[in-house]
């Protein structure tokens, strides 16, 4: 049986960046110090801008376009298209039938009840 120095299951992780040997630099730190406008997309330098402002054209392009398009086909919120629609077309029915856009009599008074007045 081995006697061990600290809690049962725990084991020694390595010190500095997880799969780099302690001798070799991060990749990234290398391509930062060959192009200092590295963007991350490749080492050459050319390459890199390249397909950095091909990232941004697309991104922004299908960001403006979707989100312009899913804006536009959003419902009516409200329903306040539908209201003006179905106005104009009541409007239209009454006039070609000669009634009066409003009715005089809305609702009929002979069932209204009024309080009295004193």
């Known amino acids: 049986r081995r006697s061990s120095a600290g809690p049962v299951g725990a084991m020694t992780l390595p010190r500095g960046p997880l799969g780099a040997e302690p001798h070799e630099e991060e990749p990234m730190a290398v391509a930062q110090r060959k192009n200092p406008d590295y963007h991350g997309f490749s080492e050459d330098p050319r390459v890199d801008v390249m397909n950095m402002r091909a ?52 609702y009929d008074p002979k069932k209204l009840t009024l309080p009295q007045l004193d």
């Open 55 to 106: 990232v941004f054209f697309c991104g922004i392009s299908i960001a403006i376009v979707l989100g312009s398009a899913f804006l536009h086909y959003l419902p009516d919120y409200g329903l306040k298209k539908w209201s003006r629609r179905e106005a104009e077309r009541l409007i239209r029915e009454r006039e070609s039938q000669g009634l009066p856009l409003i009715p005089p009599y809305y």
